[in-house]
C-alpha cells in the first residue's frame, strides 16, 4: 500500500531536516536553506551520455522500477565563500565545509529514500561525491547534469551549476519509484551572464592555474592535478580526508555565487 508524495512534502522534509541537522550532529551551521526538484525518469535524460559521461548512467539504470528523479542543493552561508576567496589556496574552513557537507548530503538522501520507503516506494542513490572515473574525470552519475536537466540550474563558464540560490554548494540525487511531477526552479537557457552575452568571466580570472576558460570551460586533467596537489602538499588542508580534493576559487565572491546573476 503506498501513500501519495509530492515534490513540496519532499521540499518541507528536507528543510526540516537541514534547520534541524547542525544540533542533531553537532556541527557548526554552514549552511543556507537547501533547493529541491523532481522530474519524472524519461526520455530527456537520454542525453546524458552526450552532455556528461559517454556511459552516463541513466535513471532507470539505478533502479529498474523508477519513476521519477530528485536533485537537492545546499548552498553554503556567504562566510565560508568569502574565506576562500583569499590566496591561491583553498582554506582549511573550505576543505571543512565540503567534508561535512558531503556528510550531510549522504544522510539527508538515506532520510529521503526512508521516507519514500515508509511511504511505500524503492530509491536508490549514490554518494555525494567521488564517484567518478579517474581516468576519465567524468562521473557516471553526475548530480550536476542530473540537476541540469531536472530544472534545479544551468551550467556556468566554470562548469558549476548555477541554481536560485548560486553554484556555492553541494549536490545530491536520487531515483525513486514514487511517481512525482516536474517542479523545475529553472526553465531560462542560460543563467551565466557570459552566456547571456553579458561582460563577466570572473571565474575564469579566479582560477590560479589556468584551468577555467572562455572557450573550453573547466581543463579537467589540470583541475583534478590542483586538487590532488591542494590536499597532498598544503598546509591549509593537512590531515583532511583523502577525498577532500577542493579548492573552489572559481565559486566563490562570484556574480553567480549566491544568486541567479543580473545585469
Not at 37 to 44: C, G, I, L, P, Y
Not at 129 to 140: C, E, G, P, S
Request: proline letters at 4%; glycine letters at 6%; hydrophobic letters at 40%.
Amino acid at each position: 500500500m503506498t501513500r501519495s508524495v509530492t515534490s513540496g512534502d519532499l521540499r518541507s522534509f528536507i528543510e526540516t531536516y537541514i534547520n534541524d541537522y547542525p544540533k542533531a550532529a553537532a556541527e557548526k551551521n554552514i549552511w543556507q536553506s537547501p533547493l529541491l526538484v523532481t522530474a519524472k525518469a524519461d526520455r530527456r535524460f537520454d542525453i546524458l551520455s552526450q552532455i556528461a559521461a559517454d556511459d552516463h548512467a541513466l535513471p532507470n539504470e539505478l533502479l529498474a522500477t523508477g519513476k521519477s528523479v530528485i536533485v537537492l542543493f545546499v548552498p553554503f552561508i556567504k562566510q565560508v565563500a568569502r574565506e576562500n576567496h583569499k590566496g591561491d589556496i583553498p582554506c582549511r574552513n573550505w576543505g571543512l565545509a565540503y567534508e561535512s557537507t558531503n556528510t550531510l548530503i549522504n544522510k539527508l538522501t538515506g532520510q529521503i529514500k526512508l521516507f519514500l520507503e515508509d511511504a511505500g516506494y524503492k530509491s536508490a542513490l549514490v554518494p555525494a561525491t567521488h564517484n567518478f572515473d579517474h581516468k576519465k574525470l567524468m562521473a557516471r552519475w553526475s548530480h550536476k547534469h542530473i540537476g541540469y536537466i531536472a530544472g534545479l540550474g544551468r551550467f556556468g563558464v566554470n562548469a558549476q551549476l548555477i541554481t536560485p540560490s548560486g553554484c556555492a554548494g553541494r549536490l545530491g540525487s536520487l531515483v525513486t519509484e514514487a511517481d512525482l511531477d516536474d517542479s523545475p526552479l529553472v526553465l531560462e537557457e542560460e543563467l551565466c551572464l557570459h552566456k547571456n552575452g553579458h561582460k563577466c568571466l570572473v571565474c575564469v580570472r579566479r582560477c590560479p592555474i589556468g584551468a577555467v576558460s572562455e572557450k573550453t570551460g573547466i581543463d579537467r586533467k589540470k583541475c583534478w592535478s590542483r586538487l590532488k596537489s591542494n590536499l597532498a602538499e598544503t598546509q591549509e588542508l593537512a590531515d583532511l580526508q583523502k577525498t577532500t580534493h577542493v579548492c573552489g576559487k572559481c565559486q566563490v565572491v562570484l556574480p553567480c555565487s549566491f544568486k541567479i546573476p543580473k545585469v
